[in-house]
């Protein structure tokens, strides 16, 4: 099972609570009010949601994960064999899919320490139904860590597709990883693998 490096668990931390195309926001401004909302709030309340994860996984539940598109971002991960699949094992991949990313995400958001976080070479509107946000972290002994986060609007909301760090996407990265396990036991085998993944996080 893959491990998700701390500048894609920083991805998740956008909302794109939107109504209507006309009246959008830019995602930019989103991206950015709401960043800091999230780490604001994990700063504060570290120690308390260190000591109590459940906490932490709610709150990646409920203010960040509604603002992505699951069922597409499943559908690009499992390419054909979301085809194949029945509506039963769609929907357990999706769930098991979206806990492991709370739980990871969760984990990994609580290590973040104050990095500079930038926006750099911005599209100034976002005209079509795709858009990149980009995202630029400092880090004290390295290079700065380049996020890119692609998004489509859906029902009147920006919703998130996919995260690329660096250039390598999340999407693809998960697909590569999770497609031996497919093409060795079948989705079945996936899902279950996902399933004891996530009872051994939440233990």
């Avoid at 004290?140 to 859906?154: C, F």
């Avoid at 899902?191 to 996530?198: A, S, V």
């Amino acid at each position: 099972m893959i491990k998700i490096p701390l500048a894609v668990v920083l991805s998740v931390v956008l909302s794109f609570a939107v109504t209507g195309l006309a009246a959008m926001e830019a995602p930019i401004d989103i991206v950015r009010k709401t960043t800091d909302q999230v780490l604001a709030r994990v700063k504060n309340d570290r120690e308390s949601l260190r000591q109590d994860p459940a906490k932490m996984y709610s709150l990646v539940s409920e203010l960040i994960f509604p603002h992505f598109d699951f069922p597409i971002m499943a559908q690009w991960v499992l390419g054909s064999n979301w085809m194949d699949a029945d509506d039963a094992s769609r929907a357990a991949f999706i769930d098991q899919f979206r806990k492991l990313l709370v739980r990871t995400y969760a984990t990994a958001l609580l290590e973040f320490s104050d990095q500079k976080i930038t926006y750099p070479e911005q599209q100034p509107t976002a005209t079509g139904r795709t858009v990149v946000v980009r995202q630029e972290i400092e880090q004290t002994s390295s290079e700065p860590i380049l996020l890119g986060y692609r998004l489509h609007s859906i029902g009147g909301d920006w919703k998130i597709f996919d995260v690329a760090v660096d250039g390598v996407s999340l999407v693809k990265t998960y697909r590569a990883s999770f497609s031996s396990i497919i093409k060795n036991g079948g989705l079945a085998a996936l899902i279950d693998r996902l399933r004891l993944k996530n009872k051994e996080i939440n233990q």
